[in-house]
């Protein structure tokens, strides 16, 4: 960390410091880019932010028991999946895995955090991918408690708000951003014949940010709250917040009316010590 910042001097610009990150000129630094929607944010209970359509709040494993890879579909068969994430001593894996359709695949390497899946190969999913601590499965769909990280059909990604810092490294917050998806226009109420799929965005959703420092509990760090009107969006600049090895980092909303619809990223600085 300290001959990153030693090297930051010869750069013109924060961006071109940044840029030289992006093109592996700076040994043991990057740039971790992470954005993820939450379609059905509600007064009920706070949600982490991402795609996985259920009602059960994310679950962070205790052991490195995340272990099994499935899809909702049985044509999905060859389909390579990559998946980054950390081992029991939080050291990153990335393991490549090939789907066999609705039948559960063990991964190479037990995982105690994920931070990142996708479809990695030229064959694209026909179902829903889920990673997930074994378990009985349905049509390749697992119980929603042991799912870890989901693959939706449109984004051939997992959109996660939601990353653990290896051992080893440090990173850092540089920036986040937060936006309401286009939904009801204000004064339209929900549920009208033709709008069965629009978001209702006429209230208001509060985003905080929080941290668990390894062997801690999770610490609130900022909190926002965006207006009621669709495609609202801000964004939040250099607050420079600090993660030490093994911490937890996400983000969650919370809004006053039903069916709110919010899209949220964030950019990491990642130092090795």
């Known amino acids: 960390m300290a001959k990153a910042y030693q090297l930051r001097e010869h750069f013109i610009s924060w961006n071109n410091f940044i840029l030289a990150i992006q093109r592996g000129e700076i040994e043991g630094a990057k740039i971790i880019h992470k954005f993820s929607n939450q379609p059905n944010i509600n007064t009920s209970e706070t949600k982490i932010i991402w795609s996985y359509p259920s009602e059960s709040l994310y679950t962070f494993s205790t052991t490195a028991s995340i272990d099994s890879l499935s899809s909702s579909s049985n044509l999905d068969i060859a389909v390579e999946v990559t998946i980054e994430g950390l081992d029991e001593n939080y050291l990153e894996v990335t393991q490549t895995i090939t789907l066999t359709g609705q039948t559960r695949v063990a991964l190479t390497t037990n995982l105690i955090r994920v931070n990142s899946m996708f479809v990695s190969g030229s064959i694209a999913a026909i179902g829903n991918i889920y990673l997930f601590e074994n378990g009985v499965t349905v049509g390749g769909v697992p119980n929603t408690t042991l799912v870890r990280d989901y693959i939706s059909i449109e984004h051939q990604r997992s959109l996660l708000a939601v990353y653990t810092v290896p051992a080893n490294k440090t990173a850092y917050l540089l920036t986040s951003s937060a936006g309401l998806s286009a939904g009801l226009p204000a004064g339209l109420p929900a549920g009208l014949p033709g709008l069965p799929s629009l978001p209702n965005n006429t209230g208001n959703v509060t985003i905080n940010f929080k941290q668990r420092p390894f062997g801690a509990t999770f610490l609130t760090e900022y909190i926002s709250t965006i207006s009621g009107i669709a495609n609202s969006y801000v ?35 990642i130092f090795e010590d």
């Not at 964004?235 to 009316?257: A, P, Y």
């Open 235 to 269: 964004t939040f600049n250099r607050h420079i917040l600090q993660l030490s090895e093994k911490s937890d980092f996400k983000i969650e909303g919370f809004s006053n009316v039903e069916n709110q619809s919010i899209n949220v990223s964030f950019d990491l600085l």
